[in-house]
């Protein structure tokens, strides 16, 4: 028997695709997990998230700076380089696998794609252009591409007067971004300000001015493209060209795409573009980004993992290893390596590195991440200093290690000044996390987390201070409080907007449309005014929208709910036909709960419509249940919505559910009526992604065949191809069986009914291509006295044989139209498999 093999899954798309939910779904499904993201910030978020969902006992959090891990932990959020590779679990994520290609931290990414893997399950996300790299590295992964929820699309460049709101302004440099935000502060009120080198407390709370829209605009580096989300509808480019730490030089388009991607969220479009300074963007840049069609990584750094600890040259050798494989290159030297070149240049460092145990530390000690990237042999100072402490002595000084951390615990300074000591404490953040270098590493961890959390306080308020105008800001919390009284508004009964006794818009739905006269600072406070009324009014209307009768609610043939003349919500398809879902129409005005009730009641609408129009449907599907043997027609007739095409194993089956038809098609007489006729019609619009078309009138018995519905409607719908025509199903099942019974009766042949044409509602030469659909043909009547006179005999009916070849349509094409007294046709059409022919006598 063989073993269980672990399964290699990759989830491959753009930005907005649920790819990081989806892990983190998976792996909190499992017993255990870890899952490493690329940042120590969405570490620290999704840390969060899994606390919420399974309690703090039973989450750790591992970075280079934070270690978190509960005595009963079985699911640790990480950074990559941090993930705990030792831990058995049966699950593995590794988010934004694509930076295997990165020069600098790629070798990091490719070491977990090529060992990382869980007990059970091991899932990589990220861009689709590593597929081709997956698929020869990892030949047993199985690839899975996850389409963009939302659209996005080019709007080619804005001034930054004129950037929409909610938008976000990236540039390249702290100081373009500090240049960028005082243009926003004096035109625009104020933004937040997102950079890499903030820590996370600093960084959620400027995205927390953002996100509750204290300010409008956000200026950011792209720091923002890495799995930041927040509600941004269009992202501005400042430039197009960044220093990687080598050289300037220009973004790639997937680097661009994965910024631009943080526009929509959700089901929400977003936009991009370009502003400030930034050249309009290359078309071909547009292009990939708006398709998400790019280049394909044509290889991944990679640096040997397997390291010869006998000796500093030894371990400086396995370092430099050449990779093994195609496809893998050696990317940048990291700064541990740089670090330990080095100190192996120390004579006495090198006396001192002697054995597995001591190379093995001092590689740790070069491990330390540069965070302050002075430029100068300060950092390898200090890694030194480390290991010759704990080489010598087993553990770090303690009045040392105070010191360090003491000297940094300064909130005066300008923005710069505190964010170069947040990066040192990062430092130190780091070090005192090893407990095997540190006693009592629990307290020093507390200290280095206390003093990162009073210079991110004093950050954040010097960036509000900086970048945020005060006065504006003021002013509209002055509308939203009790002192802004001053400015008086109110909502109408009939939905108008007042401020100040001046009309400034109407609510639609939930919904405001301002009043396009109110323009420049008038326009901004009556608009926040408005906001701080419509606080008020939209509970109230979304509490009368629950109240009110299914009589008020309608639903238009674009598949839209409107409620006193406004659309409130939209339909979309649902994993079933007769389940369609809701979509509240987007709304500033409507919060999370809020909108869930406009939802839930218009679910409870739309279900309550189709239960009631739908009632013989469900009748007759609960009634054959206890019918075994109707299972597979049962199954036909809920997703035909009432209607499902006969099948010669159908017979028993139909008659246990009491059904109509079945030489054509089984169906429910019920289901043919105007009512659940409409019904049915809008539901099989809405999948097709089209309105819902108008109808025939219901005394019709046929219909031209060319209609302007989607392929396979008509059928659908309950009409049958015949000919020229649309024939009304129960009509054609009901002509048909009278027929059949006629010819039998009368030896295999009956004449032609007289009025046939009149009935059906067709013209006579169309009659024998309609009666051939419905599987018969006609053949002249044989005279009694040839040389009688005397009105003329009609011509016969007679069942069309088994083995009659269907004409092809060309060859109907082809021929001439029949004569009204042509007793031929040449239309084939359904014919009931199981249709007994006549004896052939006269």
């Given at each position: 028997?063989?073993?269980?093999?672990?399964?290699?899954?990759?989830?491959?798309?753009?930005?907005?695709?649920?790819?990081?939910?989806?892990?983190?779904?998976?792996?909190l499904?499992?017993?255990?997990?870890?899952?490493?993201?690329?940042?120590?910030?969405?570490?620290?978020?999704?840390?969060?998230?899994?606390?919420?969902?399974?309690?703090?006992?039973?989450?750790?959090?591992?970075?280079?700076?934070e270690?978190?891990?509960?005595?009963?932990?079985?699911?640790?959020?990480?950074?990559?380089?941090?993930?705990?590779?030792?831990?058995?679990?049966?699950?593995?994520?590794?988010?934004?696998?694509?930076?295997?290609?990165?020069?600098?931290?790629?070798?990091?990414?490719?070491?977990r794609?090529?060992?990382?893997?869980?007990?059970?399950?091991?899932?990589?996300?990220?861009?689709?252009?590593?597929?081709?790299?997956?698929?020869?590295?990892?030949?047993?992964?199985?690839?899975?591409?996850?389409?963009?929820?939302?659209?996005?699309?080019?709007?080619?460049?804005?001034?930054?007067?004129?950037?929409?709101?909610?938008?976000?302004?990236?540039?390249?440099?702290?100081?373009?971004?500090?240049?960028?935000?005082?243009?926003?502060?004096?035109?625009?009120?104020?933004?937040?300000?997102?950079?890499?080198?903030?820590?996370?407390?600093?960084?959620?709370?400027?995205?927390?001015?953002?996100?509750?829209?204290?300010?409008?605009?956000?200026?950011?580096?792209?720091?923002?493209?890495?799995?930041?989300?927040?509600?941004?509808?269009?992202?501005?480019?400042?430039?197009?060209?960044?220093?990687?730490g080598?050289?300037?030089?220009?973004?790639?388009?997937?680097?661009?795409?994965?910024?631009?991607?943080?526009?929509g969220r959700?089901?929400?479009?977003?936009?991009?573009?370009?502003?400030?300074?930034?050249?309009?963007?290359?078309?071909?840049?547009?292009?990939?980004?708006?398709?998400?069609?790019?280049?394909?990584?044509?290889?991944i750094?990679?640096?040997?993992?397997?390291?010869?600890?006998?000796?500093?040259?030894?371990?400086?050798?396995?370092?430099?290893?050449?990779p093994?494989?195609?496809?893998?290159?050696?990317?940048?030297?990291?700064?541990?390596?740089?670090?330990?070149?080095?100190?192996?240049?120390?004579?006495?460092?090198?006396?001192?590195?002697?054995?597995?145990?001591?190379?093995?530390?001092?590689?740790?000690?070069?491990?330390?991440?540069?965070?302050?990237?002075?430029?100068?042999?300060?950092?390898?100072?200090?890694?030194?200093?480390?290991?010759?402490?704990?080489?010598?002595?087993?553990?770090?000084?303690?009045?040392?290690?105070?010191?360090?951390?003491?000297?940094?615990?300064?909130?005066?300074?300008?923005?710069?000044?505190?964010?170069?000591?947040?990066?040192?404490?990062?430092?130190?953040?780091?070090?005192?996390?090893?407990?095997?270098?540190?006693?009592?590493?629990?307290?020093?961890?507390?200290?280095?987390?206390?003093?990162?959390?009073?210079?991110?306080?004093?950050?954040?308020?010097?960036?509000?201070?900086?970048?945020?105008?005060?006065?504006a800001?003021?002013?509209?919390?002055?509308?939203e409080?009790?002192?802004?009284?001053?400015?008086l508004?109110?909502?109408?009964?009939?939905?108008?907007?007042?401020?100040?006794?001046?009309?400034?818009?109407?609510?639609?739905?939930?919904?405001?449309l301002?009043?396009?006269?109110?323009?420049?600072?008038?326009r901004?406070?009556?608009?926040?005014?408005?906001?701080?009324?419509?606080?008020?009014?939209?509970?109230?209307?979304?509490?009368?929208f629950?109240?009110?009768?299914?009589?008020?609610?309608?639903?238009?043939?674009?598949?839209?709910?409107?409620?006193?003349?406004?659309?409130?919500?939209?339909?979309?398809?649902?994993?079933?036909?007769?389940?369609?879902?809701?979509?509240?129409?987007?709304?500033d005005?409507?919060?999370?709960?809020?909108?869930?009730?406009?939802?839930r009641?218009?679910?409870?609408?739309?279900?309550?419509e189709i239960?009631?129009?739908?009632?013989?449907?469900?009748?007759?599907l609960?009634?054959?249940?206890?019918?075994?043997?109707?299972?597979?027609?049962?199954?036909?007739?809920?997703?035909?919505?009432?209607?499902?095409?006969?099948?010669?194993?159908?017979?028993?089956?139909?008659?246990?559910?009491?059904?109509?038809?079945?030489?054509?098609?089984?169906?429910?007489?019920?289901?043919?009526?105007?009512?659940?006729?409409?019904?049915?019609?809008?539901?099989?619009?809405?999948?097709?992604?089209?309105?819902?078309?108008?109808?025939?009138?219901?005394?019709?018995?046929?219909?031209?065949?060319?209609?302007?519905?989607?392929?396979?409607?008509?059928?659908?719908?309950?009409?049958?191809?015949?000919?020229?025509?649309?024939?009304?199903?129960?009509?054609a099942?009901?002509?048909?069986?009278?027929?059949?019974?006629?010819t039998?009766?009368?030896?295999?042949?009956?004449?032609?009914?007289?009025?046939?044409?009149?009935?059906?509602?067709?013209?006579?030469?169309?009659?024998?291509?309609?009666?051939?659909?419905?599987?018969?043909?006609?053949?002249?009547?044989?005279?009694?006295?040839?040389?009688?006179?005397?009105p003329?005999?009609?011509?016969?009916?007679?069942?069309?044989?088994?083995?009659?070849?269907?004409?092809?349509?060309?060859?109907?094409?082809?021929?001439?139209?029949?004569?009204?007294?042509?007793?031929?046709?040449?239309?084939?059409?359904?014919?009931?498999?199981?249709?007994?022919?006549?004896?052939?006598?006269?």
């Open positions: 028997m063989q073993g269980f093999a672990p399964r290699v899954k990759a989830v491959l798309g753009p930005t907005n695709t649920g790819k990081t939910h989806l892990a983190m779904e998976r792996m499904a499992h017993a255990s997990g870890i899952i490493g993201f690329p940042l120590r910030l969405l570490a620290r978020e999704n840390y969060d998230r899994m606390v919420a969902s399974k309690g703090v006992r039973h989450v750790g959090l591992i970075t280079g700076e270690k978190i891990i509960p005595p009963d932990a079985r699911w640790f959020a990480c950074t990559v380089e941090a993930m705990p590779l030792d831990r058995h679990v049966e699950f593995v994520g590794v988010d934004e696998i694509q930076l295997c290609a990165d020069p600098d931290r790629g070798h990091v990414f490719t070491d794609l090529l060992r990382a893997r869980g007990m059970v399950e091991t899932m990589f996300m990220g861009a689709e252009t590593i597929r081709p790299l997956i698929q020869r590295l990892v030949p047993e992964a199985i690839i899975e591409t996850r389409p963009r929820l939302s659209q996005l699309r080019h709007s080619g460049p804005s001034k930054l007067t004129r950037l929409p709101p909610r938008s976000a302004v990236v540039a390249f440099s702290a100081a373009e971004v500090y240049a960028i935000a005082e243009m926003i502060r004096r035109r625009r009120g104020g933004c937040a300000v997102v950079m890499g080198r903030l820590s996370p407390r600093t960084r959620n709370a400027q995205v927390a001015l953002y996100q509750e829209k204290e300010v409008d605009f956000l200026v950011a580096t792209d720091a923002i493209g890495m799995g930041l989300n927040m509600d941004v509808d269009h992202v501005g480019f400042a430039g197009i060209s960044k220093f990687d080598h050289r300037l030089r220009r973004l790639t388009a997937p680097e661009a795409a994965q910024i631009a991607g943080r526009a959700g089901m929400r479009d977003g936009s991009f573009g370009s502003t400030a300074d930034c050249p309009p963007l290359p078309e071909e840049l547009v292009r990939a980004v708006e398709t998400h069609d790019f280049d394909a990584i044509e290889q750094c990679w640096r040997n993992s397997d390291l010869d600890f006998a000796s500093v040259d030894g371990l400086l050798g396995s370092l430099l290893a050449p093994p494989r195609r496809g893998l290159v050696r990317g940048n030297d990291a700064s541990d390596l740089e670090t330990l070149t080095t100190l192996a240049k120390d004579a006495d460092l090198r006396a001192k590195a002697q054995g597995r145990r001591r190379v093995r530390l001092l590689w740790d000690a070069c491990q330390i991440p540069d965070f302050r990237k002075i430029a100068d042999d300060s950092h390898a100072a200090l890694c030194a200093r480390i290991f010759n402490h704990v080489a010598d002595t087993g553990h770090l000084p303690v009045d040392w290690i105070g010191g360090q951390i003491d000297r940094l615990a300064k909130i005066e300074g300008d923005i710069d000044t505190l964010m170069q000591r947040l990066s040192g404490v990062r430092v130190w953040s780091y070090i005192v996390a090893r407990d095997d270098w540190v006693r009592d590493a629990a307290h020093w961890q507390a200290r280095a987390r206390a003093v990162e959390d009073m210079i991110s306080d004093s950050l954040h308020e010097k960036l509000m201070h900086r970048f945020v105008d005060r006065r800001a003021l002013l509209m919390r002055r509308l409080e009790k002192e802004g009284q001053d400015l508004s109110a909502v109408t009964a009939r939905g108008e907007v007042v401020v100040e006794g001046h009309s400034v818009g109407h609510v639609a739905g939930f919904s405001f301002p009043d396009p006269a109110a323009v420049g600072d008038e901004r406070m009556v608009m926040r005014a408005a906001r701080r009324a419509l606080g008020e009014e939209m509970p109230r209307r979304v509490g009368r629950e109240a009110a009768p299914d009589t008020e609610i309608t639903r238009t043939p674009q598949h839209r709910l409107v409620w006193q003349g406004q659309e409130v919500a939209k339909l979309r398809p649902g994993h079933s036909v007769l389940r369609p879902l809701v979509e509240v129409i987007a709304s005005f409507l919060d999370g709960p809020l909108r869930e009730r406009v939802r009641r218009c679910q409870a609408f739309v279900d309550a239960a009631v129009v739908f009632a013989p449907l469900f009748s007759a609960e009634v054959g249940r206890n019918a075994p043997k109707a299972r597979g027609l049962l199954h036909r007739l809920g997703e035909g919505m009432g209607l499902a095409r006969a099948e010669a194993e159908d017979i028993a089956a139909g008659s246990a559910v009491r059904l109509a038809g079945g030489g054509i098609a089984w169906f429910l007489p019920a289901m043919l009526k105007p009512g659940p006729m409409a019904l049915r019609a809008a539901l099989l619009a809405l999948g097709a992604g089209v309105a819902a078309p108008a109808l025939p009138l219901p005394s019709l018995t046929s219909i031209p065949a060319e209609q302007p519905w989607p392929p396979g409607f008509a059928e659908a719908l309950g009409w049958i191809t015949a000919g020229p025509v649309l024939l009304r199903l129960d009509v099942e009901r002509l048909a069986e009278e027929l059949r019974r006629g039998r009766a009368f030896g295999g042949r009956m004449l032609l009914p007289r009025g046939l044409a009149s009935r059906l509602s067709v013209k006579g030469e169309a009659l024998p291509m309609v009666l051939r659909s419905l599987g018969f043909r006609l053949i002249p009547a044989p005279s009694l006295d040839p040389g009688a006179y005397g003329p005999v009609p011509p016969m009916l007679v069942p069309l044989s088994p083995g009659r070849a269907r004409p092809r349509a060309e060859a109907e094409k082809r021929q001439t139209p029949p004569r009204p007294d042509s007793p031929f046709a040449t239309l084939a059409n359904f014919r009931r498999p199981d249709a007994k022919l006549g004896s052939g006598r006269r």
